[in-house]
């Protein structure tokens, strides 16, 4: 029988063990504490040694908070630049070596694109005159900053100050080259983050010449020219290597703004601006005034090209369809386009008509423009108001918010599943989660047809369409099936057009209510072929056959109430004399952007106006501009031409206001011709002239016939 003392001690040994652990335990961590204070006390009497008060402790205190801040913004900055770090990881410098001639539909030269890669000069070869020119210009202290020229800044700040306008640049040929490599004209300030930045990691990563390079090479330079080389070629007919002084500085002024100071558009203001590079030389120290004075005696003279405007942001877009639909090894090649020159034209002057004039009202400075032809042919493509200032293309590139030009494609999915224009839906107050949209006007629509509230712009209604029917997966889906490219977000404010859209995907959508539902038409390039003539690639042939998207009935349901829309609806400005028009405009939150999109039985036609630093307008609406714009450029476009009618239309919507206005015109025209035929009508003879021609007329009738003479009695008898 065991002891029962055993377990007692065994468990006065654990307690005991325990107690010296926790003993330990309390005893190190008061040791710890201890040396702690200690060691505090120490630092402490050792810091106040470096202890400041007065005025050297305000010093102190201002210069800790500014580093605290500045780390902080270092970082915010460091964040921002991070996405512009992400393009250089790609392949920058390969940018094909492609040489792409482009014709317009009817086979005249438009432009050239790729040229640069197969006729760029070596820094080295050219001129130095050439150099001194653009350095004196653009930067002349290129060789001494690093990216970011802080002395050039500080002086253009000043400069621009003091003249009270933007008279100088501050931005160095490596900040201008990153712009051109890497980003947009978008004038934000995380764009100009972005473009500090990569100019540092341009400079880290080449040297000065390779920079100087490929500015040289890359820079537009008016009249569709890109590079020095191809500049120099176009306004001369000669190589960069062979200019003169005079020459040189009219292509160093083509940098500022290519288009302004084109020669062969504006010879005059070329030289002028030549004239001010001449002068920057002398300034810069590089030459001086005796060495320039021929050059200014006698200015350069260009190669007569006519003035005929180049249609760039097409052939930008067109070259990277080129890239698209190209074979491999097949790079150097004739490109039959679609373009319109004078559509082209007439959009191009449309906008700029409009912006003149009303520009500053309602504060908008940009607009873009694409068309279509019904038969998917793009004829005209307007990127934004100056190609020289800005490169980036408004039209194919810009994601903007669409609006309620967004829904149509809302619409569409509503009449594919079972809806007519005569469905009534509830336009009143809805909330979606903690989301609750409002209309335009404030107020609530209460029961409406869907064919009033497409007209009446109700945004109510398609928010629960979506809700309550639809969902947003079959809008998306919807709006992608129809052309649309940009990503859009599957998020329930999606209905009323928050997602970003290109004016092109714009174009490409509506067209499919003018092309009888189908889609996949769109193009630009008609056939490509190789220099010796051989064809190898025809659209016909080649591309894919286009495909329906919206059933008969739902394309019927559709132009007829897009139809109304002008009508009856936020559109009036858009109408066509005698002609069909249906579309839908689109304003964004804070006047953002302004859009009218619309198509005939012949075009379809999208029109965008903003800015680019995405400042809100002045109340402008797409109703207001974009119409106007949209029914200028579309009164041109349908002269002369053979009419056709929108499908599914088949009692046209009249205005009877527009009806009795026409009738009424129609009766003053009426009664001005018969008034002018009265005027012209030979005065009544009297009755004593008309009996006597009545007698005369007896007297004919009752005379005996005589038998006609033969032909030879009559001849020898004369």
Aim: hydrophobic share 40%; no cysteine; glycine share 8%.
């Amino acid at each position: 029988m065991a002891s029962p003392s055993k377990p007692h001690k065994r468990r006065g040994r654990i307690a005991s063990a325990l107690l010296g652990i926790d003993a330990w335990l309390d005893s190190s961590l008061y040791e710890i504490g201890f040396k702690a204070r200690e060691f505090w006390e120490a630092a402490t009497i050792f810091s106040r040694r470096f202890r400041v008060h007065g005025w050297r402790r305000a010093i102190i205190e201002v210069l800790s908070e500014g580093f605290t801040m500045g780390a902080g913004g270092f970082v915010v900055l460091l964040a921002l630049a991070m996405p512009a770090f992400d393009i250089t990881t790609s392949d920058w410098r390969n940018q094909g070596d492609f040489a792409v001639t482009f014709l317009d539909r009817y086979g005249n030269e438009i432009g050239q694109r790729g040229i640069i890669q197969r006729d760029s000069v070596p820094v080295d070869e050219m001129p130095d005159i050439v150099i001194k020119a653009v350095l004196a210009t653009e930067d002349r202290r290129f060789f001494d900053h690093y990216g970011i020229d802080v002395l050039g800044l500080s002086r253009a700040i000043f400069e621009n100050v003091r003249a009270n306008s933007v008279v100088q640049g501050g931005s160095s040929i490596t900040q201008q080259l990153a712009k051109n490599l890497f980003l947009s004209n978008e004038r934000t300030l995380e764009r100009k983050i972005k473009e500090a930045f990569l100019s540092l990691w341009l400079e880290a990563n080449l040297s000065k010449k390779e920079i100087l390079q490929l500015y040289l090479d890359r820079a537009y330079m008016g009249g569709g020219t890109f590079g020095i080389e191809a500049a120099a070629d176009f306004y001369f007919g000669k190589s960069v290597k062979d200019l003169s002084l005079a020459e040189a500085a009219m292509l160093a002024g083509l940098f500022k703004a290519p288009t302004k100071y084109a020669p062969h558009i504006n010879l005059p203001a070329a030289r002028a601006r030549a004239n001010v590079v001449l002068s920057n030389l002398v300034d810069a120290g590089f030459m001086t005034e005796g060495q320039v004075l021929q050059a200014r005696l006698h200015p350069a003279d260009v190669v007569d090209r006519g003035e005929l405007k180049s249609p760039d942001y097409f052939l930008d877009w067109a070259f990277d369809e080129v890239k698209k639909i190209a074979k491999p090894g097949q790079h150097s090649l004739v490109a039959h386009t679609t373009f319109d020159a004078n559509i082209q034209k007439a959009a191009e002057e449309s906008v700029e008509f409009h912006l003149r004039q009303f520009g500053k009202e309602y504060n908008v400075t940009e607009g873009a423009v694409v068309v279509i032809e019904t038969n998917g042919a793009v004829r005209a493509i307007v990127g934004g108001r100056d190609y020289g200032t800005s490169q980036f293309n408004r039209a194919t590139k810009a994601l903007r918010q669409t609006g309620s030009s967004f829904k149509p494609y809302v619409y569409a999915t509503a009449m594919e599943h079972g809806f007519t224009p005569d469905s009534v839906v509830s336009g009143g107050p809805i909330s979606w989660g903690s989301w609750t949209p409002h209309n335009y006007s404030g107020g609530s629509a209460g029961n409406v047809t869907l064919l009033t509230a497409i007209a009446k712009s109700i945004n109510t209604v398609p928010v629960r369409l979506a809700k309550d029917y639809l969902g947003i997966g079959p809008i998306k889906a919807m709006a992608e099936s129809m052309g649309v490219e940009s990503p859009l977000e599957a998020h329930k404010t999606m209905v009323l057009g928050t997602s970003g859209m290109t004016v092109m995907d714009q174009a490409t959508g509506y067209s499919v209510f003018a092309q009888n539902g189908f889609v996949g038409s769109r193009h630009g390039i008609t056939q490509l072929v190789t220099r010796t003539g051989e064809v190898v690639y025809d659209w016909v042939k080649d591309a894919p056959p286009p495909h329906r998207v919206l059933s008969e009935k739902a394309l019927k349901y559709m132009n007829t109430m897009l139809a109304a829309v002008p009508v009856i609806g936020t559109a009036r400005r858009a109408q066509l004399p005698n002609i069909v028009v249906a579309g839908k405009t689109g304003t964004t939150q804070s006047y953002r952007d302004a859009w009218f999109v619309g198509f005939t039985g012949n075009y379809t036609a999208a029109v965008w106006l903003g800015n680019d630093d995405f400042t809100a307008t002045n109340k402008m609406t797409g109703g207001t501009l974009p119409a106007m714009v949209w029914q200028r450029l579309m009164v041109y476009a349908h002269q002369n031409i053979d009419l056709k009618p929108i499908p599914g239309i088949d009692h046209p919507w009249v205005d009877p206001e527009v009806a009795a206005k026409a009738e009424e015109a129609a009766k003053k025209e009426a009664d001005a011709a018969a008034a002018q035929a009265e005027a012209e009508r030979p005065p009544v003879l009297s009755s004593r002239t008309t009996q006597t021609l009545r007698e005369m007329t007896k007297t004919f009738q009752a005379a005996p016939v005589l038998d006609a003479p033969t032909l030879p009695e009559t001849l020898s008898a004369l």
